[in-house]
């Protein structure tokens, strides 16, 4: 019975959703911050005004994110002490020939661009130029929408699953939009 204690393996599995949590929040936190710095026509950091703002309180809301944390990333956006966050988009030949557009939150773009072509070398894609992948989705409302589906298959699918797995974990990346169809 060495090694195995109920109450280990509960400890264990608390450590592992709380870490989940806590990146969602942080996402969520950046992603609150970004909307109410929003321009004044977008309404500023009332969200009765700002529909952006609204929307990404509506979705922390349904992730469980407490009034506390919601509170601070919206006056985080009025404070000027603090590191000016800015939304970055990336645009990216995938595997197998699809798009793909991340947008990221950060406070220094050079370690975030350094970071993202980091991850994009290590898994088959890389970055693109301005224009280079948007054309390939319409924007309609909050999400960017295929045009031009690629279908995916076997060892790309493979690759592209990992990719965005890793850019799911690099604490910058809000959003990831494909135009990738896979089996």
């Not at 599995?13 to 949590?21: G, L, N, Q, S, Y």
Request: glycine share 8%.
């Amino acid at each position: 019975m060495s090694g195995h204690s109920k109450w280990a393996q509960i400890k264990h599995r608390k450590e592992a959703t709380d870490a989940k949590k806590g990146k969602i929040f942080s996402k969520l936190s950046r992603a609150i911050t970004i909307a109410a710095k929003s321009p004044p026509a977008g309404g500023g950091s009332d969200p009765k005004t700002n529909h952006k703002l609204s929307g990404t309180i509506e979705e922390a809301r349904k992730a469980n994110m407490p009034s506390d944390n919601i509170e601070r990333a919206i006056a985080k956006a009025s404070a000027k002490d603090g590191a000016e966050l800015k939304e970055v988009l990336y645009e990216v030949y995938g595997p197998g020939g699809s798009a793909i557009i991340i947008s990221a939150v950060t406070d220094n773009s050079n370690r975030t661009t350094n970071e993202i072509k980091h991850l994009l070398s290590e898994h088959g894609a890389k970055l693109g130029g301005h224009g280079s992948a948007m054309w390939a989705f319409n924007k309609a409302g909050k999400e960017f929408n295929a045009k031009f589906p690629a279908t995916l298959s076997g060892d790309d699918t493979k690759k592209f699953e990992t990719l965005l797995s890793a850019l799911d974990d690099q604490e910058d990346v809000q959003d990831v939009y494909s135009n990738a169809e896979t089996p």
